[in-house]
């Protein structure tokens, strides 16, 4: 038996970086993977890319802080499997800007993209998993939603909000048997930390408080949401999975 048979589970931001990975990874342990996203074209190569290896998948092109193009998301899943048993809200953006020098228009975009959207997909899935009986929700937060570092407040408002909304999810939800934790990655080698990372010294000073000296790769992130995905983890519920090397541990 593989670690998530026969799942259906929708994906945000599936296309590139750990949603590829979570998404590959779901589907070699047996979810039905449908990869949400804004971009068609890698998203369409993710799934691709697993139904080469053998899994099952399907893209769903979704602008995550569009409430419409939730509901036909969730439409399409429901008339193609019957049933939803995990969403991950994992598609999100960065802005790399001290408090002083983000804009009004930075700052509502930020949130729309990574808080926002976690409560449209959350809200829009909640009614399936009701009528289920059960029903797993993982948002991606990150250790920017816990501690703080230089020149990313908006990104760091908009990933503590994600933990607390969880948090409430939680409490709102078991009720209905629905779990709802977050995961917080550390940094990760990933298209969203390419500048971040680069060049040399900036590494070094990014990198510095992570207690095992290195970025991590999306897949070794993909393995926590694996656990939470599966029924591994079914006392699991209002927690925070931190994966950072230790980052937050000092
Ligand atoms: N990379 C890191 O070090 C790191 C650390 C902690 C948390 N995170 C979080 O993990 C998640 C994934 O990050 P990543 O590094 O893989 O990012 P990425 O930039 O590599 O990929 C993000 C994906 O989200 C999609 N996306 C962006 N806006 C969207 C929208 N409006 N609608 C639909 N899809 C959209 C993109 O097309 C892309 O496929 C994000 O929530 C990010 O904030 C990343």
Redesign the pocket.
């Known amino acids: 038996m593989k670690r998530v048979e026969n799942k259906v589970i929708l994906i ?8 590829r990975t979570h998404s590959e990874l779901l589907a070699s342990e047996g979810a039905w993977v449908f990869v ?4 068609a074209a ?1 998203g369409q190569a993710t799934v691709d890319r697993i139904r080469k290896s053998g899994g099952k998948a399907d893209f769903i092109a ?4 569009a409430e419409g193009e939730w509901n036909a998301a969730i439409g399409r899943i429901l008339n193609a499997a019957g049933r939803i048993d995990v969403l991950i809200n ?5 802005v790399l800007k001290p408090v002083q020098d983000t804009t009004n228009a930075e700052w509502d975009r930020i949130f729309d ?2 808080v926002r ?1 976690v409560f449209l997909g959350t809200r829009a899935v909640i009614p399936a998993m009701r009528t289920q009986g059960r029903g797993n929700i993982i948002n ?5 939603g816990l501690v703080g570092a230089p020149g990313a407040s908006a990104y760091q408002a908009s ?1 503590g909000a994600v933990r607390l909304f969880t948090k409430s999810c939680a409490v709102d939800l078991a009720p209905f048997n629905i779990r709802v934790n977050s995961v ?5 080698e ?4 390419k500048d971040l990372l680069a060049p040399a010294d900036q590494r070094k000073a990014v990198l510095g408080p992570t207690l095992l000296g290195r970025a991590a790769r ?1 897949e070794e992130v993909s393995q926590a949401v694996l656990f939470l995905a599966s029924d591994e983890s079914s006392f699991v519920h209002g927690a925070e999975l931190v994966v950072d090397g230790g980052y937050t541990a000092n």
């Not at 945000?12 to 949603?19: F, I, K, N």
């Not at 949400?36 to 971009?39: C, M, Q, S």
């Not at 991606?140 to 920017?144: E, G, H, L, Q, V």
Request: glycine residues 14%.
């Open positions: 945000t931001g599936g296309a590139m970086g750990m949603g949400a996203d804004r971009d890698e979704l602008d995550v802080t994992n598609a999100g953006i960065l993209v990574n959207s991606i937060s990150s250790i920017y990933k917080h990655p550390g940094v990760i990933t298209p969203m930390t999306p």
